[in-house]
């Protein structure tokens, strides 16, 4: 089968609402390959301002939720409440949230459920840190990461999920995997979906690389068999998060 290219734009905290009309103009006049699914993460309170005016092939996502619909948890913010403001999507077990604010794999895969249970559909950010990486235990960590969520959900949930692998030593820091280390964790994540999972799972779940994907770079790593898109922070800032969009034109 084939699987639809995606590419994400992750605005993590980031964004004035004067930007962001800035930047959308700019999103809403591009050209873009009509064959690829593109979803832009925005903070909570951009959302509304985005679903409004964002180009309506484009899908609009939360970047975290909270495991609860509503009630006194002071801060948090529902799936409920993204998808009422226009989100269709949230990006949940970045590893800002995993490493800088500390949540488990476990607390990430209750998200997981929550976020599903309300309608939104799933990136499910996976990847290892530096020293794992050098302690040749990457496949150990992504497994375990992804394994918390294979034990929660339903095979039938994983038709929502599109999972972005991130090392956490290439996020925002210039060094971009190279298409050879993506795809060979890519194609060890895939396998591991058809062991866990199912080999239907395996076929047909989106696996997208994020970390210092930029305008330049994204083309080699797009022509990768197991690469079926982009999580993309800094350059989804930029005007050349089209040319990201049309990595594979
Ligand atoms: O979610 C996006 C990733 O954290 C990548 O961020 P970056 O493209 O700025 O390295």
Redesign the pocket.
């Known amino acids: 089968m084939t699987r639809t290219f995606w590419v994400?734009g992750?605005w993590?905290m980031n964004g004035t609402t004067a930007a962001i009309k800035d930047l959308v103009n700019t999103f809403n006049a591009g050209s873009t390959a009509s064959d690829v699914e593109v979803v832009i993460?925005a903070p909570y309170v951009y959302i509304p301002l985005l679903a409004d005016s964002l180009r309506k092939d484009w899908a609009v996502a939360g970047e975290n939720c909270y495991v609860k619909p509503s009630g006194a948890f002071t801060g948090e913010i529902s799936p409920e409440m993204l998808a009422d403001v226009g989100a269709k999507w949230v990006?949940l077990g970045?590893?800002?949230r995993r490493n800088v604010i500390g949540e488990s794999s476990e607390f990430t895969a209750q998200k997981v459920v929550k976020a599903l249970e309300a309608g939104l559909k799933v990136v499910l950010?996976v990847g290892e840190l530096l020293e794992e990486r050098e302690a040749g235990t990457t496949q150990t960590v992504v497994n375990s990461q992804l394994d918390a969520v294979i034990k929660t959900i339903k095979e039938a949930d994983w038709v929502n999920i599109v999972i972005?692998y991130?090392p956490v030593w290439?996020?925002?820091?210039g060094k971009v995997a190279t298409p050879d280390q993506a795809q060979e964790v890519h194609a060890a994540i895939r396998e591991y979906l058809k062991i866990a999972v199912s080999s239907k799972v395996a076929e047909e779940t989106r696996i997208t690389y994020?970390?210092?994907?930029n305008g330049k770079n994204c083309k080699e790593t797009a022509q990768k068999p197991d690469v079926d898109g982009f999580?993309?922070?800094?350059?989804?800032l930029k005007p050349e998060f089209i040319d990201i969009v049309n990595a594979t034109q």
């Open positions: 994400g992750n993590k993460g990006i970045h590893s800002e950010c972005a991130e290439a996020i925002g820091t994020g970390g210092s994907v999580l993309v922070g800094g350059a989804s």
